[in-house]
């Protein structure tokens, strides 16, 4: 079972029975995919890992939806 912490709004992170860590981040009105970025990795250029993590979900990088959970990667 994974434990989470919240440290700001949309994000839920932890770590895994195995010792994985986790992040996940629950997209809000008026995000995008590089503001996201900005906020996660002081970077809004690395948009594209967010993306590339989540393509399974996100069919055009321009066009995310409320409420959708994207994976964060490392």
């Given amino acids: 079972m994974a434990a ?4 700001m709004d949309g994000f839920v992170g932890g770590a895994s029975a195995e010792g994985e860590s ?3 981040y629950t997209v809000k009105k008026g995000d995008s995919l590089s503001k996201i970025a900005k906020e996660f990795y002081g970077d809004a250029n690395k948009w594209k890992k967010i993306y ?3 393509k399974d979900r996100i069919k ?3 066009m995310i939806q409320i409420g959708w959970e994207l994976v964060i990667p490392d």
């Fill in 52 to 54: 590339e993590a989540n």
């Fill in 4 to 7: 989470y912490f919240s440290d």
């Fill in 22 to 24: 986790a992040r996940t």
């Fill in 60 to 62: 055009n990088p321009d």
